[in-house]
């Protein structure tokens, strides 16, 4: 899925999807952060508003870089949000990539957050799907474009993919009131867990090609 390999995707509500350049990593990570300001992992994450407010877009973007260079990163021509997909055996967050953004990171989440992220990020890696599948790292609208179809749009390029080949699509859903938005798009709830003893639930979902 390299950008120079794809050509746009008109979602059914009207927004059109396309593959991300690789330089707007940045912009993107932003679109991100104030997409998930109000999501309740990244709330536990980075409880102090101030801090999510000023620093987790910075993380998303150190998060994106590799996403977007690789091509696997949907967005719209008014960047109104960004899917962040990782093709099969591709999802794993190499340690290198925590490491070489270390500053951000510990901007981002501060001294004691950076234990909390790091347990986090096991509890979520541990269960992830074992089979081939495209994984969807994560997905946001700008907030004021939401209930526009915009998501729907970004998700449908690698879900038609996943369809084609015949490979499923996994993800991890960190709002229970976004399970019926991606019910519709095919995706099923197989577990429920809880980051932590005092974290909020996550919700593995799972979508078998049709």
Same mark, same amino acid.
């Given at each position: 899925m390299r950008g120079a390999d794809v050509t746009d995707a008109r979602g059914p509500a009207g927004p059109t999807a396309r593959?991300? =350049?690789?330089?707007?990593?940045?912009?993107?990570g932003q679109v991100?952060?104030?997409?998930?300001?109000?999501?309740?992992v990244w709330q536990y994450l980075v409880p102090d508003e101030r801090r999510r407010r000023r620093h987790v877009g910075a993380v998303f973007a =150190?998060?994106?870089?590799?996403?977007?260079?690789a091509g696997t990163t949907w967005t719209t021509s008014g960047l109104d949000g960004a899917a962040v997909w990782a093709g099969p055996d591709e999802w794993r967050t190499p340690w290198w990539d925590i490491v070489g953004h270390a500053p951000t990171i510990l901007r981002g989440f501060g001294l004691t957050g950076v234990a909390r992220a790091l347990r986090s990020l096991s509890a979520i890696e541990s269960g992830h799907?074992?089979?081939p599948h495209w994984y969807l790292e994560f997905l946001a609208t700008e907030p004021d474009r939401r209930g526009r179809g915009v998501g729907s749009a970004l998700m449908a390029p690698v879900l038609e993919r996943c369809d084609d080949e015949g490979v499923g699509a996994y993800l991890e859903s960190s709002k229970e009131a976004n399970l019926a938005f991606y019910g519709r798009a095919g995706f099923e709830v197989t577990e429920e867990f809880a980051l932590g003893p005092d974290g909020p639930p996550v919700w593995r979902m799972w979508r078998d090609p049709r």
């Open positions: 593959t991300a =350049a690789a330089g707007q990593w940045r912009q993107l991100l952060g104030r997409g998930f300001q109000d999501d309740p =150190a998060l994106l870089r590799r996403r977007a260079a799907a074992d089979e």
